[in-house]
Every structure is written in structure tokens, then in C-alpha cells.
């Protein structure tokens, strides 16, 4: 993980939080001398706007899906990896379909480190050290190798002559079935199945206990997947918390750190891996003695007779890095707002993909694509939204959201004080079955908007219908994970943020065999699924920039907190107490239903004719700014660049806590060293979690000043 330098916390944190909220105070009255002539007018503007704009959105979706079709086609043409020249041809595609939208477009290049397979090798050998057979390192499901050969992007270069040992999915309990069996797996080549997390956390526990190499087996079908191994969180290692704004062959143009800095090298995995076909992985579980396998390692398995190693025949693997600073551009399409164009409802995709693909990320693409296009006819047909909307196009997300991160991280304090929310897809559709995650605050407006768009599988029901019945009631996933491009946003920024797909998992994931074809053919033929997305996202991306109250719902995030708490006790010794916790809570609840309250006066008001545009522009900011209050300002324990208190993922891959992130860091620590200091630990994330949730509250009621009532 990256190493910060400890830091005393400043007992005035709290007071920092709100400062920015009495400076916006300032800017809400030029706000008013400069705005409440036009008022009057754009009152009814709105009004109407924000019934119209949905239905006028929705009008628009015949024959969207054609059209979704299309693009898709043409942006899964050829492989387009970030930092390859193939990456250039979809940028402009995408920024040549927004500006034929009408949007108003722009585009933002940056120079991070990126990482590329230069030579690769691997073959089995007696343990004499006499050669039995070369193995393949290519893609069955690529026979003409037109994609980049598959690799793990920062896998260090390394070498490894050594015995194999089979370790399931690479999981810790997995590594400690093989202890119980009495097999060490230090200096030996370890070998293990997709399905055991995240990729880089697999390679970091064979590390730790030793190995020499990962190589990671692909499924039956023929693919290999390819992917990213980076550790410590997203964004180019060389520029952790700015922007890689310099040019590639630039000098002194930008900080960036050197390869050899502790706080770089921590990026990096230690050990060299590298992901082989199902076929390469059975030619060398076949030669593996030892202990048999555990029946329930053998499924998924050609080869179920092997032992579990090490050895006795030896493992050959070599892979050589090559490192580089590329280019890579992140593309644009923006609608001013009519009313508050200082206040931005951000909608994002990425582009970059490790193959063709058809599902991650062109599904998204293509809907995204087909948003723009519905947002260009309501412009010609008068419709300007009350906020600005920001259409964007990311690129090298694959090495670990880069492009979205150092957008982010460039434009931190503007978003901070701007960003209404982030709305996020990444492969829009992979399969059967509608799925989302989001803060809690955009529960109910998912909820209402899921109930007016009908169900792209089940004709006469609406995704809502299929959705409560699939799931046996409303499952809204929690973000905290950092696979896609809401991380900067939301784990960083403190922006509210959703997202959302169809199907649960893609067998093809990182594959030769995301293509169109399988789109086309399996994915969803109709792209019925897509037209779904587009109108979800589309709805959500409206009703943000046209409601004239935020249609934020603190009270959903209290109730989630609330449940956050019981499921917390069952973690914690008898003897630490969740009392603050729960106060704060309460005085949540409080918070949440006044904001909802005088949200409805001002709304009611409004009707009534009165001028209220300071105080629904102030609720509306106070709604916005909240979900920053759950920001650490120096970042949590030894991992700074992740701020969210509550939502960040958790240090440890395998933690059962997906919320309260730096309680469950402190947990998870605390089991690696019992004692006391471990449960003052806890304590104190107990009291630091308990002060911003009050933080939270204070800001829905609008003090500016601690004390006030």
C-alpha cells in the first residue's frame, strides 16, 4: 500500500469540512443579485422541464436500439488498448458522435506510467533441469494473435526455475488449506484458477508467502484474461494525488515520482505472474505429485487426478516488462445548464479495452452514445437543462482507472464544490438480469426511475417488477470496491455516485472472445438489455439536472447506517462501544427528515410564486455537499489517496466488511497483532466514523458555524 508520512490529526477537522459550505454562502448571494431578475421565467421553466424533459427522453427510444447496435459494431471493429495507436481511432469516434449530437466537446491528455508485455516464456522440466516440452502462452480463442498477447499489466519482469504448486483460487483460505496439508508454497511457481478476487491480491498473497511466480489459469472456453496486478489503490503510480498532465517526452513539465521510490515501487507486485490458457494449466497440473487435490478444489478442472505439488518436474516461466509513459485522452460532451451551470451532473464511461470490447466497456460506450444523441434532439427542441451534464469518455481504465483518476485529481477542487453527482457504466450489459450499486442517498430516486422503464426480457412488467422479483426485494449494491471509474469520484472526491449493468458475470471478461459477435449472437441479440441502461441512465441523468430539489434521500442512508451497526457487533470484542456510532445516527435521522421537510415547503412555495432561489439553492448545496463530510482529509491509515470513511475498499481483498472502511482496516490489523493498542485502534475508527456521520447532519441542517441551532 502507498506509505504516507504520519500526521497529527487537527482536532478543528470538523471546521475545515464546513468552511468551504460559508464561502459557497458568499457565492450564493452575488448568486441571487445576479439571478432573481430571470427568476420568475425560469420557475416555469422548470416546472414544466421536469416532467417534459422525461417524457421527451423517453419518446425518443424507438429504434435507439439500432442504433446502439451500430455503434457498437463500429467501436469493437479493431483492438484498441490504451496507449497503443489502436486507442486513437475510438477516441475519435467517440468525439466525432458527440459533436454530431450538438454537444459542445472537449478532450484531455494525459502522460501516465503504463505497462506492456515485451518478451514472455514458459516450459516444463524434469527435475534435473533437462527440458520436457514448451508450453503456449497464447490465447487459444485468439489463433491469429491479433490482440495484444495475454499478460498482467505491472507485473514486474522476473524469472522462475522452480516446482509448481496448485492453490485453487489463490485465496487465503486456500493457502492455508495447502499449510494444513503441510505444503509450503516459498520458492515454488504457484498455479491457480480465475475466480479468486481481484488479481493483484492473489499475486500479493503468493508473495507473501514466498513464491516465486503466479500463473493464473483462464476457462474452458479458450480465453485467457488479461489485466491489471497494480496494488494501493487507482491512477498513474507516478503522480498519486495530481493530475499526469506532463507531455510523454517532456522534462520537468510535472511532478512525477522515480520508478525507484518507495511509494512507487508499493504499486508494484513483487513476483512476476502471468495468466496461461485452461489448456497450459492441465499440461502442468498433470505432472504435479504430492497430496491429492480436495474434492472441492477439482471444479472447473480438466485435469482432477494431479496432487497439489510442489513439484517433482519444475516450472520454466520468464516475463520481461516493459514500462513506458504514454498518452492516453479522456473525450467530453457537455450541456450547460440554464439556471445553475455551476453545478454538474457527470455521466462516464471508459473506452480503452484489453480486446475487442464488445461488453466491457462498449456496451457502455454504444448507451452513452445513444444518451447523447437523445440529449442533441431535446436541445434542437429547446429543452436546456436546468444543471450541467458532462458526458464522459475515460481511457486507460483497464491499468487502473487512470484516466477518470487524474481527472479527478486534477480537477479535485472544482468538483469538490461543483460535482452534484457522478453516474457511472462500465460493461452496460453481460448477461440476464438488472444490477446496480450506489450510496444510499440515490436509492429511492433508482427505485422510482427503474418503475417508469419497461423490462427489456419480460414484456409488461417494468425492470422494477423484475428486479424486486429476481432478487426477493430491492438489492442495491455498496460501491465500495475500486474496479471501475466511480473510485475517484466517490473514494477521493466524495461525490455521490451509481452503477449500474445487466447480468452478473461474463464468462469472455478480458477475453479474445468479448466481441460483437458474441454480443450479437448471446449478449443480448435485440440489445433490448441496452436500451434499458440507456433509459435508466438517461432518467437519472435528467431528473439530477432538472429536479429543482436534488432528489437526495438521507433519510434511505441513515436506515442503511442503522443496519451498518448491528452487522458490526457481531466483529467487534464485547468491550468496544458502538453507542457513539449510533447517536450520531440518530441525530442523522433528525437531519435528513428536517432537510426533507423544508425541501418540500421550498417546493410548495415555488408553486405559490415566492422568490426562495437563495434558500432552495442553499438546501440544494447542503444535499450536494454532505457525502463529502464522510472524507478524512489526511486519507485513511497508511493508504492516503482513499479519503471515504465509509465506503473505500477495505485493505485487506478478502474482508467480510464492505462498509466502515477504516473500522474494517483497523480490524483487520488488529488480528495480525492482538493487544491492546489493536483495540484502542478500533476505538478510535469507532470515534472517527461517529464525528463524521455528526458532520453529515450538520451539514443537511445548514450550520455553518459548530454551535449554531
Not at 257 to 265: D, F, G, I, P, Q
Not at 400 to 409: A, F, L, N, Y
Not at 605 to 618: E, H, K, P, V, Y
Not at 656 to 663: A, Q, V
Request: aromatic residues 8%; hydrophobic residues 40%; glycine residues 8%.
Amino acid at each position: 500500500m502507498i506509505p504516507i508520512s504520519p500526521r497529527k490529526l487537527s482536532m478543528n477537522h470538523s471546521r475545515r469540512v464546513l468552511v468551504p459550505f460559508s464561502l459557497l454562502l458568499i457565492s450564493f448571494l452575488v448568486y441571487t443579485v445576479l439571478h432573481s431578475h430571470s427568476f420568475t421565467s425560469s420557475k416555469l421553466y422548470s416546472l414544466a422541464s421536469a416532467t417534459s424533459s422525461v417524457s421527451l427522453f423517453l419518446s425518443l427510444s424507438p429504434s435507439a436500439n439500432a442504433s446502439i447496435s451500430h455503434d457498437l459494431r463500429s467501436l469493437t471493429l479493431r483492438p484498441h488498448l490504451a496507449g497503443t495507436p489502436g486507442a486513437a481511432s475510438t477516441a475519435s469516434f467517440v468525439l466525432s458522435r458527440l459533436r454530431r449530437a450538438g454537444l459542445e466537446t472537449f478532450s484531455r491528455r494525459y502522460s501516465p506510467l503504463l505497462s506492456f508485455p515485451s518478451h514472455s516464456s514458459l516450459s516444463l522440466h524434469h527435475a534435473n533441469g533437462s527440458l520436457i516440452t514448451p508450453l503456449s502462452l497464447s490465447e487459444p480463442a485468439d489463433p491469429n494473435q491479433i490482440l495484444v498477447p495475454p499478460y498482467h499489466a505491472y507485473s514486474p519482469s522476473g524469472e522462475a526455475l522452480a516446482p509448481a504448486v496448485y492453490a485453487n483460487l489463490g485465496r487465503e483460505e486456500d493457502f492455508e488449506t495447502l499449510e494444513r496439508l503441510g505444503v509450503r508454497v516459498n520458492d515454488c511457481v504457484v498455479l491457480v484458477r480465475k475466480g479468486g478476487g481481484y488479481r493483484g491480491g492473489v499475486v500479493a498473497r503468493a508473495a507473501e508467502r514466498g513464491a516465486k511466480a503466479v500463473l493464473i489459469s483462464g476457462g474452458p472456453d479458450g480465453g485467457v484474461e488479461r489485466g491489471t496486478v497494480i496494488l494501493g489503490g487507482p491512477g498513474d503510480p507516478l503522480t498519486p494525488g495530481w493530475g499526469a498532465i506532463g507531455s510523454v517526452t517532456g522534462s520537468g513539465d510535472v511532478e512525477r515520482l522515480e520508478l525507484a521510490a518507495e511509494e512507487v515501487r508499493r504499486r508494484f507486485p513483487t513476483i512476476p505472474s502471468m495468466p496461461v490458457a485452461a489448456v497450459t494449466a492441465a499440461e502442468i497440473l498433470r505432472t504435479i505429485g504430492g497430496a491429492p487435490l480436495p474434492p472441492e478444489w477439482k471444479e472447473g478442472l480438466v485435469e482432477t487426478g494431479a496432487g497439489v505439488g510442489p513439484g517433482p518436474t519444475l516450472v520454466n516461466f520468464t516475463y520481461t516488462e516493459e514500462r513506458k509513459v504514454a498518452e492516453i485522452q479522456d473525450v467530453f460532451g457537455m450541456i450547460r445548464g440554464r439556471e445553475e451551470p455551476d453545478r454538474y451532473i457527470i455521466l462516464g464511461n471508459h473506452r480503452d479495452a484489453w480486446t475487442y470490447g464488445a461488453v466491457d466497456p462498449h456496451s457502455g460506450t454504444a448507451t452513452l452514445l445513444d444518451i447523447a444523441r437523445r440529449f442533441g434532439v431535446m436541445l434542437r427542441s429547446g429543452w436546456r437543462p436546468r444543471r450541467t451534464v458532462i458526458l464522459c469518455s475515460w481511457d486507460a481504465e483497464e491499468f487502473g482507472m487512470i484516466g477518470s483518476t487524474e481527472w479527478v485529481e486534477e480537477n479535485l477542487d472544482n468538483l469538490h464544490s461543483k460535482a452534484v453527482a457522478y453516474l457511472n457504466v462500465d460493461c452496460a450489459v453481460q448477461g440476464v438480469g438488472f444490477n446496480a450499486a450506489a450510496t444510499p442517498q440515490l436509492d429511492k430516486l433508482l427505485i422510482d426511475i427503474t418503475k417508469k422503464v419497461n423490462d427489456p426480457d419480460v414484456e409488461g412488467k417494468t425492470v422494477y417488477d423484475t428486479w424486486v422479483s429476481a432478487t426477493g426485494g430491492i438489492s442495491i449494491e455498496r460501491l465500495a470496491r475500486a474496479d471501475s471509474d466511480f473510485t475517484g469520484f466517490l473514494h477521493h472526491a466524495g461525490i455521490p455516485s451509481l452503477d449500474m449493468y445487466y447480468g452478473n458475470e461474463f464468462a469472455g471478461y478480458h477475453t479474445a472472445l468479448d466481441s460483437f459477435g458474441w454480443m450479437e449472437t448471446k449478449g443480448d441479440p435485440l440489445f433490448h438489455r441496452h436500451l434499458a441502461i440507456a433509459e435508466i441512465w438517461g432518467l437519472f441523468a435528467i431528473r439530477l439536472a432538472d429536479d429543482l430539489i436534488l432528489p437526495f434521500d438521507y433519510q434511505s442512508y441513515a436506515s442503511q447506517l442503522e443496519d451498518y451497526v448491528h452487522a458490526l457487533r457481531d466483529f467487534l470484542d464485547e468491550k468496544l462501544s458502538l453507542e457513539p456510532i449510533h447517536a450520531a445516527i440518530m441525530d442523522l435521522h433528525n437531519a435528513a427528515n428536517y432537510a426533507f421537510t423544508e425541501g418540500q415547503k421550498l417546493e410548495l412555495q415555488q408553486i405559490l410564486g415566492d422568490d426562495a432561489i437563495l434558500r432552495i439553492r442553499t438546501l440544494n448545496d447542503r444535499l450536494m455537499l454532505a457525502e463529502r463530510s464522510f472524507l478524512q482529509e489526511e486519507g485513511l491509515d497508511g493508504r492516503h489517496w482513499f479519503k471515504h470513511l465509509l465506503y473505500s475498499p477495505p485493505e485487506d481483498y478478502e474482508s467480510k466488511l464492505s462498509f466502515f472502511t477504516s473500522i474494517a482496516d483497523a480490524l483487520s490489523r488488529s488480528k495480525r497483532s492482538k493487544g491492546r493498542e489493536e483495540q484502542f485502534a478500533i476505538q478510535r475508527q469507532i470515534w472517527l466514523v461517529t464525528r463524521a456521520i455528526r458532520r453529515v447532519g450538520q451539514v443537511l441542517r445548514g450550520h455553518v458555524l459548530l454551535g449554531t441551532e
